[in-house]
């Protein structure tokens, strides 16, 4: 069993920058593939990143490569999304993921999910 909080969110500026944090509880978190999506109002939750076990791996939504940046520190058991040069479009309640399977881009592949925290981007 994997419980996860996300905090961090915020309202910033466009072109402004926020990392997200997600806090982790249970033993077996560095044996989790870790993953952020979004959801914004009326759309379906989309895939923002993912970083294997060790944090080796890591994968990207096509509209945040080169902006956003996954990572992970399993000895404190979080997970980080740090994002930079943040547009209106990012706005959504991002959530924390985490996967005990081998691919990490859909929802489906998760088995544990935070309650998710708001970032308002305004322009």
């Known amino acids: 069993q994997v419980q996860l909080v996300e905090s961090g969110g915020g309202l910033v500026q466009a072109g402004g920058s926020l990392r997200l944090s997600c806090a982790a509880s249970g033993r077996t978190f560095s044996t989790y593939a870790m993953g952020w999506f979004r959801q914004a109002p009326g759309k379906e939750r989309e895939f923002v990143a993912a970083i294997s076990w060790t944090g080796g791996r890591t994968y990207y939504g096509d509209s945040v490569k080169g902006r956003f940046a996954i990572s992970r520190d399993n000895a404190n058991k979080r997970v980080y999304l740090q994002m930079h040069s943040l547009k209106p479009e990012d706005t959504a309640v991002y959530y924390c993921?985490?996967?005990?399977?081998?691919?990490?881009?859909?929802?489906?592949?998760?088995?544990?999910w935070g309650q998710g925290t708001q970032v308002t981007v305004s322009s």
């Open positions: 993921a985490a996967s005990g399977g081998s691919t990490w881009l859909a929802p489906r592949e998760y088995d544990y």
